[in-house]
T-cell receptor, first 113, second 114 residues
């Protein structure tokens, strides 16, 4: 079956530091890949997505590139802010014809001033 | 456009009771998916509805059921509640339910079973 593996958190950074959150996946065919973010007490918001190999998704300074050869979709940001503190989820939808999201366990990011 | 709304936001029930949660998708979206979020299991898929038909179902017992109405609003029902059903229940709205589409999540209903 499908699976998504994310680095365990929490990730603790100072403001303006560089962020990387690793994500690797297992799925047959060509899944679509997503990063969602969850702020405390809220639902999930799409951060970015990529639907084919070598695509780069980007939004609000965050970027991730769909690497088919390494089955990875690592999230990066050059300079984090306190407001980026949240839980980040990597997810995929596969080629089954359904739109079911398979999520990683989530990585909590804590950014201090 | 209004976002996805879920009601109620919080719910406290006791073991053995049943509960119904509601989700109103974004206008024009025909597909609604439900997910359960717990600290131990993370986010797990419950079911997806498209045009009033259940299109896919996750690995949950039959106590979990759902339906979708002609206006795309969806409800999920959990009967004979167990302590382990305590969770955040999230619904997601999407246009047609294709794999590339963005799914828009509501704020969730937090269910506590005592």
């Amino acid at each position: 079956g499908n699976s998504v593996t994310q680095m365990e958190g929490p990730v603790t950074l100072s403001e303006e530091a560089f962020l990387t959150i690793n994500c690797t996946y297992t799925a047959t065919g060509y899944p679509s890949l997503f990063w969602y973010v969850q702020y405390p007490g809220e639902g999930l918001q799409l951060l970015l997505k990529a639907t084919k190999a070598d695509d780069k998704g980007s939004n609000k300074g965050f970027e991730a590139t769909y690497r088919k050869e390494t089955t990875s979709f690592h999230l990066e940001k050059g300079s984090v802010q306190v407001s980026d503190s949240a839980v980040y989820f990597c997810a995929l939808t596969d080629d089954s014809g359904y739109s079911t999201l398979t999520f990683g366990k989530g990585t909590m990011l804590l950014v201090s001033p | 456009k209004a976002g996805v709304t879920q009601t109620p936001r919080y719910l406290i029930k006791t073991r053995g009771q049943q509960v119904t949660l509601s989700c109103s998708p974004i206008s024009g979206h025909r597909s609604v998916s439900w997910y359960q979020q717990t600290p131990g299991q993370g986010l797990q898929f419950l079911f997806e509805y498209f045009s009033e038909t259940q299109r896919n179902k996750g690995n949950f017992p039959g106590r979990f059921s759902g339906r979708q109405f002609s206006n795309s609003r969806s409800e999920m029902n959990v009967s004979t509640l167990e302590l382990g059903d305590s969770a955040l229940y999230l619904c997601a709205s999407h246009i047609q339910g294709t794999k590339q589409e963005t799914q828009y999540f509501g704020p969730g209903t937090r269910l506590l079973v005592l």
